[in-house]
C-alpha cells in the first residue's frame, strides 16, 4: 500500500496529513518528506495521522525522528488524529506520554 | 516445546515464505485468514499483524540480511485449561543461528524521551504484543513461537 501525505507551510510551521500503513515498505516516503523539514528552520511539524490504520516501528522510528529535531532545535514536534489501532501501538510502546499528541 | 498447560485443538495452516513484501503479505494474510472466522476486535487483529511485522522484518533484515530468505509459518487455534482461547503462530527461519535471545533486546522506552533513538522498538512491540515469545535455536536457523491471548468480542445478533 502506498503513502499518501500532503504538505502544507506556512510562516514558521508545517503540517502533514499522512494517509495509508505506515510501515517498513512505506515509511521511507515519511522519512524523506519529513528530512528537509527538520533540516529547516521551522518552530512547529503537526503530523496529523487520522488517515493511518496501521504503524509498525519503522514507521514510529520514523516519528522519533520528529522528537530529536524537537529535542536539537527546541521546535514542536506534535501528532494528532491518532486512529484507535495506532494510538494502541503507541501506549504498548510507552510512547504515548514522550510524544506530543493532540486529539 | 514449551508451556505444557496448553494443548493443540486444531491445526489450521502452514505456508512457506520467501522475499519481503509479498513474504509480508502472505504472513499477514495467513494471520487474517486465521482469525476471520473468531470474531476478534480490531485491536487484537491489528497488534497479531504487528507482531508478525515485527518478526517479519527482523528476520529479512537481520537473519537474512535484506537478502530475502526462507521462513517457514503456521498457525493453529489452543486450549488451556483456563479455557482462554490462544493463537499459537510458529515461524522457522533458515538464517544463521542466534545463540542468545537476550543479545536482540530492544530500546529501552523509559529512556527515550531524553534519549530519543529511532530503531530497536520492534522487539519491544512483539513482546508487547504477545503473551509467550519464544525462542529456539535451531543446527540450520531459528525457530519463534508466538502465542497470543485473545478474546473473543460478542457477535451481533
Sequence with gaps: MSLKIDIQTVDDSAELEVNGDVTIQTSNQLRNDLKPLFE?????????LAGVEFMDSSGIATLVEGLQWSKRTGGRFVLSGLTETVRDVFELAKLDTIFDIQA | MG??????????????????????????????????????DKIQL??????????????HAHGYANNGG???CSARWI????????LEMILRDYAPTIKDIKLCK???PDTLKEHPVAGGLGMNLIHATTE???????VDGNQWRLIFNVKQKK???
Design chain 2, 46 to 59: 491489528n497488534r497479531i499483524a504487528l507482531a508478525l511485522d515485527e518478526l517479519f522484518a527482523n528476520i
Design chain 2, 3 to 40: 508451556d505444557s498447560r496448553l494443548n493443540a485443538k486444531e491445526s489450521l495452516m502452514s505456508i512457506h515464505l520467501s522475499g519481503c513484501k509479498e513474504g509480508l503479505q502472505a504472513l499477514q494474510k495467513l494471520a487474517k485468514d486465521t482469525c476471520a472466522e473468531a470474531c476478534l
Design chain 2, 79 to 86: 486450549e488451556s485449561e483456563d479455557k482462554q482461547c490462544r
Design chain 2, 106 to 108: 530492544g530500546v529501552c
Design chain 2, 155 to 157: 457477535e451481533d445478533k
Design chain 2, 70 to 72: 526462507e521462513i517457514d
Design chain 2, 132 to 138: 509467550i515469545f519464544e525462542h529456539s535455536p535451531l
Design chain 1, 40 to 48: 529547516s528552520t521551522l518552530e512547529s511539524i503537526h503530523v496529523k
